[in-house]
């Protein structure tokens, strides 16, 4: 899953794809990424949204937005 993320945002910076493929492919690394946070306490996601409003939690930080600002 983290190497699958890791390929995912490597392609993402490849200017040369359309900016909306560009997003998916961050998007989708985002999400594996968050995945990979979950299960690594223990915990199981059945769908993206879920993946994404609980990330908050499991990375222990009151932000969504850690370093974005």
């Known amino acids: 899953m983290l190497k699958s993320a890791r ?3 490597a392609d993402a910076q490849n200017e040369s794809l359309d900016p909306d493929s ?3 492919l961050a ?6 990424l968050a ?6 306490h223990g915990y199981r996601a059945e769908n993206r949204i879920t993946v994404f409003q609980t990330l ?7 932000r969504a937005d ?4």
């Open 7 to 9: 390929v995912r945002l």
């Open 22 to 24: 560009q997003f998916d």
């Open 27 to 32: 998007y989708g690394a985002a999400h594996r």
């Open 35 to 40: 995945l990979a946070a979950l299960r690594a």
């Open 56 to 62: 908050v939690h499991t990375l222990g930080t009151e």
């Open 66 to 69: 850690m370093g974005l600002a």
